[in-house]
């Protein structure tokens, strides 16, 4: 029998190379740049200036020759000027990823299960008798077995119905997502930086479904003024403009997409941090940005009962802390039937992440 089997321990076996670190940090950075290539690396090479990020063996040269050769930063010949690539932009997408959900478990690449009994591909443990109408591959021949040989012995080895054993499984459930991001200018307001976190958790959000639920759909909704929908691969580049906050065309946009969604289970995120203050009428803006304007609000309100019928959840993960917005928030979900979550910053990703996954969890009648 083999023991415990010691061998010398290399406290720097698991480090990151200089690449891989400078790495990390030039993709945090082009968080905060909105995938600026050339403004992350003047960042940068102040960081190297103060903090000896570099050394003589490998310099700031070195990795940007690095980042050409590896496929993460293309140069203009013509003017020298530098653009991320797709493989920039996913790995963008993968250091969120990480950084706000951590290590995820291993499962399946599939849907959300129910842990609704029924014919489905995923296995239960529990198992129950046999009744009309299950198919033969439900049935657990190892317990079926074991039950004949109960009672009727082994000698004269028999299989009734009785001994039949049928193994459940667990349907599985796919869901079509809307993810709002308000990019009205307060996302930037008194020297807090709002929209940077919330470009990371859409960026988490998308990869971990196009990763582990691939079957699942997720749409990206932006609102300001108006509202219109980016790809995934436009997140690093998303700026907060001179907007005020239509959250109605934002709502009416993502209700336009889940429609033409087949598949039976949608809901809406939205992050916002800031009150509605603007409706399109026909060709003109209506704004107002003091206090909540019934007309706005009732607009928005109107569309929260309207999402209840038609089933779509919205959840709204508010990032302020002003009690009458908090109000304006309580009596929105209280209409639509959904939740809430007062988020800080730090914990955005947090509170998406946990009602996301709890979602595999949600019966389906």
């Not at 480090?15 to 690396?41: C, V």
């Not at 979900?333 to 998406?352: C, Q, R």
């Amino acid at each position: 029998m083999r023991g415990h089997r010691f061998v010398h321990f290399n406290p720097h076996e698991n480090d990151k190379s200089r690449f891989e670190q400078l790495l990390d940090l030039f993709m945090q950075l082009l968080s905060y740049t909105n995938g600026d290539a050339s403004e992350a690396l003047d960042w940068l090479n102040q960081l190297d200036r103060k903090y000896q990020l570099t050394n003589d063996e490998y310099g700031m040269g070195d990795f940007i020759d690095d980042l050409k050769q590896n496929g993460y930063l293309q140069e203009n010949p013509q003017d020298g000027s530098f653009k991320i690539t797709g493989k920039s932009e996913q790995t963008i997408r993968k250091k969120s990823l990480e950084e706000i959900f951590g290590k995820l478990k291993k499962t399946k690449q599939g849907n959300h299960q129910t842990f609704k009994p029924g014919q489905g591909d995923e296995q239960n443990p529990d198992t129950r008798p046999f009744q009309f109408g299950d198919m033969l591959e439900q049935i657990d021949f190892t317990e079926s077995i074991r039950n004949a040989q109960i009672n009727h012995g082994i000698d004269s080895f028999s299989m009734r119905e009785d001994d039949l054993q049928i193994r459940e499984s667990d349907f599985k459930t796919q869901t079509s997502t809307v993810l709002m991001i308000d990019i009205s200018h307060s996302m930037i307001l008194y020297g807090e930086d709002r929209i940077t976190p919330a470009k990371k958790v859409a960026m988490a959000l998308s990869e971990l479904i196009t990763t582990k639920y691939p079957k699942d759909t997720l749409d990206i909704v932006v609102f300001g003024n108006d509202a219109w929908s980016i790809e995934i691969k436009d997140l690093p580049y998303l700026q907060v403009g001179p907007y005020h906050t239509n959250t109605v065309a934002g709502l009416e946009l993502a209700m336009d997409l889940l429609r033409r969604r087949k598949n039976p289970n949608k809901q809406i995120f939205m992050i916002t941090d800031g009150k509605p203050t603007c409706l399109k009428i026909g060709g003109r803006y209506y704004k107002n940005s003091f206090g909540l304007d019934r007309k706005v609000v009732n607009r928005c309100i109107n569309l929260a009962a309207q999402c209840k019928k038609l089933k779509i959840p919205i959840t709204t993960f508010m990032i302020a802390s002003d009690p009458y917005l908090q109000k304006f928030v309580q009596e929105f979900t209280e209409t639509n039937n959904g939740k809430a979550f007062f988020a800080s910053l730090d914990k955005l990703g947090a509170f998406i992440f946990k009602d996301f996954e709890s979602g595999k969890r949600k019966t389906v009648y």
